[in-house]
């Protein structure tokens, strides 16, 4: 057995604590051994919860640490390039929350960066850890259903973010479809070729005044020749709707919902059962320590990681080209984005 | 109790003796009385069969019989807008088979002749009398799921048509797109504004040669500002796959495949179940009958028939659209249409 | 092609009608000619409706019509072994609905006048004929499932009789559970050795006056070695519950309820689903068909037929068995009926 | 917010094991201090891998800290009542595993002793607190189906225990089947009256000749006049088979097995998903967490424990009835246990 690896994180956001947890509760070989966050109170709180030894509010003092072989970074978007750039310099591996960036100048100057450090990146796409959405994947990737022809992708919230996230996110497609894309790019195996979406705010009117839509249609041709559809809202009141289906030239594999039970009660109005899993946080745990462990299992066996940095960047091309179509209410091909 | 509706039908293929068996044997307020098909054989060899006292060669004679109240059309779609408009003007009322033409001036003339005839036009759209659809529809016109935002249908074939049926067929989406187009009105309640397409031929080369596709993802905006996608393909190699979705503010409302049986199978190797039904045939058994019982009534009770001719018009224009937008690789309006 | 079998209803209830009906739009081989009921205004309403030749108060006239190949006996219980053998020895092939008598002598005496005639006898047995549990049937005699180790039966009505049939029905067990105990048989292909029941009446005390129970569960050791179990109410409120699992060396094979529709909404109260179909006119349509479909073909193709006289003494002997292990509080065992 | 319980785990096999886990990783409210075995080696290596301060071959040593609150027993059956006992004493508060022991004199001693100590005690019994059985109890509790009339439980192990088990297990019964009478007396809120008992072995006759049955299905009468069935097997091919379901006057409540992934492939041969977990450590690993929380919750918040000693008595006094009833042929009413 390998000497356990020992790991930072840097953020201590929702996201961040999950990680935090993860990695002291349930991934065997590491080791949280720093947090940090710009509010330094918040490092020290998750410390204490966690029993983690060293908590500060500058992570530089984390990326000088040379018994750090890792960093976890779940700070906000806008300096995760950066971080990238000097963690890889410091010659930690990096596992880094989606997005890398929404400008693909720095994307492309962080990738470089982990390209010329020889570390390891993996971008934090948990839902490829999902069991259901991995095993179809698997059944996809093995040739149960042929060759795959069409993908379908549900994807809704349960409730929008506020206004004020929604006016820095970045916009629906980089923000919430980015991971849509990414599992039509995992499901299908291939790239995609010309972007078309319609989207509209059906749910808030607040929402088109601050520049976003709440409702979308996405679809698309791939280099495979396959062709996707995606569909996302902001409000299924019924909670977190995650589907996917890929089919093929000799059938179709799909995933359902995850409930939290399995009971059903028929009465004499009908038959009912329970709502799907309310949010992420409900719905991922599963994934989130999925993705964790192989991004540990990864360094420690030096392999390439599950989800590339490569992946990272697709994401927010696709993202990036389905805004653009919106705007100008025309099929983009990926080749326009750069 | 009303005295029977004394019907005939004109057209003897496949489709044309369902109709026929479905009045002898399911439709209490009719009485099939007499049958015509070109191949005056056909029409002896179901007049023989369902005990029907009159077949011909030639529907002129049955138009020109004054006890036959109503004619059901199901000869080739090159002949419904002419024999709609001779069934017109001689009075009788009418049920077509869908589509009424691709031609637009067309079927323009037959809805005229229908309208100043003052009888009733009833389109063979019999999806919208699946039981499983029409309670998705009763669902959201009650309020269920609140306003309609997303309207999402899988409609696969399990196997293409052949080369010959291909070349004349009007293309996928004149020809079996038009059915989801139909559903995309009737379960919405809304006209389509805007329609976007994408196709190839995946499944057969061949298919392309023949100048048509054979999977496609068609997208549209609609007038009441919701979305809708429809994903088709010629070959579910696991049976007719037809599935439907209207999602909105307060929900979502489904409808799933139909079976043959509902046994299930553990072991060892799995969980199995039935396929879902294989064809049209099988999956709309019941759709088929409630249409004509839908039809019987309206000219019975002297009400609207469920399905109109504007419900067939508009379905041809969507096709035009659809077919228009894969060719140019654009989204078009329906109002460049004419 | 065979010239088509000339058939006669006798007995033109609720169930009578059935046949009736399906005899003349569904059953392509046969030909209904005559309806007899002692109440003759009924026959004759039947005879109108169907356009059936002949209608009789005397179902003797039709047993003297030599043109008459079989008969379809859906009088009271309390007549049903009488004109078996007044039909057996007028050289009919004979459909007999369920029980045969609750008196043993009697049905002895109503198969040995069968035997001795050399004509057919099929029980209404309708439930083997349902495809889903045609299915399951198919799957344990194929050897999907292995060895059967255990059969298990829900059985549940959607409302009790009323207390007048009650009275005279026999008792649940030869009323209701007969049903299932033919399942058991068909399902298992064994016969059973000991019956133990429990049963009360908890939804109606009156019917506890009436000398009957409204809940039970049945359990029995069969021939084989396999083990079952059934439980039976009088009133489910979400309407009529029929399941049957058979588990296996190899496997279960199972049969879920059937509903009208595949729809479902999700809402902010949960996932809702259609209730199964009210009661055995709805849920065993088909298997109505079907069953009359298997006797007519055994009669035309001289094949034995599927459900026979000695499947209708069986299952009165397995009602007979649970009925004294409920009087006495003790296993019964078969072998003790006689 | 309370100091966090110090808790000692007794016996260090596959549940103590599970229990140990739990403790560090997912009981907020606990601290795991200490643990024992009687094989040193096996507490020291579970103490090393928690991180856990102190480990012993000798239980003793721990009843005697006081700084131990609460003992977690997972030893050997026949070690149970006695530990119980030395624990009371030493004023710990309990949670021992199912079953206390098969001799209801030594139960009736363990619980007299908790009782005398006025500590709590908590009984293994997990499935209580698996999320859909769970779910079902609430609904029957708060009245969704009205007053139970019949309770259905399916249990299925996916392969016998060894033979050397089995003939130190106390018999199917009390061993296997006692979860089930657990999960009655859960369920319907009711004792038993009366219990019936068919069995045999199916699956493997040397689990005959080793004195137990593999197949079963136990009927009851309850106290409230529900009647309830169990039907188990030692090898379900499909994995570990945990349904149930109570029927009522205003409905029914069931809960379904719980698969790893909710996947679905639909292929020209069927449609397939996922089968059942493999066993109790994949099915009920949610269950034992919950478990655990609620004993730490009842101690911590000086309430009474969610299963209590008198639910460890009656499980095993149903255990014996069916032993006997199994033994002689005959229902056996609880009363003539003793």
């Known amino acids: 057995m390998n000497p356990p690896l020992d790991v930072a994180v840097i953020g201590c956001g929702r996201i961040g604590r999950i990680h935090a947890e993860n990695l002291v509760t349930r991934i065997a070989g590491a080791r949280l051994v720093a947090v940090a966050d710009i509010i330094e109170d918040c490092a020290r709180q ?15 003092e984390l990326l000088a640490d040379k018994t750090i072989h890792a960093v976890v970074i779940c700070s906000s978007t806008d300096t995760h390039s950066r971080i990238i750039q000097e963690a890889a310099a410091a010659g930690k591996h990096i596992f880094c929350e989606k997005p890398i960036d929404y400008d693909l100048a720095r994307i492309h100057a962080a990738l470089s960066a982990v390209e010329k450090a020889g570390v390891k990146l993996q971008i934090g796409f948990n839902r490829r850890f999902d069991p259901s ?40 497609f980089l923000d919430m479809t980015i991971h849509d894309f ?8 291939s790239e995609a070729e010309e972007i078309y979406a319609i989207g509209d705010s059906l749910i808030d009117r607040s929402i088109r005044d601050a520049g976003d839509v709440d409702t979308a249609i996405v679809t698309m041709r791939l280099k495979s020749g396959a062709l996707a559809t995606i569909d996302n809202s902001f409000k299924a009141v019924y909670g977190y709707d995650q589907r996917i289906e890929v089919f093929g030239s000799k059938g179709s594999a799909s995933a359902a919902n995850q409930t939290p039970d399995n009971h059903m009660l028929m009465d004499a109005a009908g038959v009912h059962r329970a709502k799907p899993l309310y949010f992420f946080l409900e719905r991922y745990t599963e994934a989130y320590v999925r993705e964790m462990r192989g991004f540990v299992d990864a360094v420690l066996k030096n392999e390439p990681p599950p989800v590339t940095g490569e992946a990272g960047l697709q994401a927010v091309v696709m993202g990036l080209a389905a805004t653009l179509s919106l705007k100008e209410g025309r099929p983009v091909k990926l080749a326009e984005i750069s």
Do not use: C, N, W
């Open 182 to 189: 990414d599992m039509v790019r995992f499901l299908s195996g």
């Open 133 to 172: 959405f991995a095993r179809v994947r698997e059944l996809v990737s093995g040739g149960a259903i042929g060759q795959p022809h069409i993908i379908r992708i549900t994807s809704r919230d349960p409730e929008p973010p506020s206004l004020e996230y929604i006016k820095v996110s970045g916009g629906m």
């Open 46 to 60: 998750v410390a204490a919860q966690y029993r983690v030894p060293t908590a500060t509010g500058d992570y530089h």
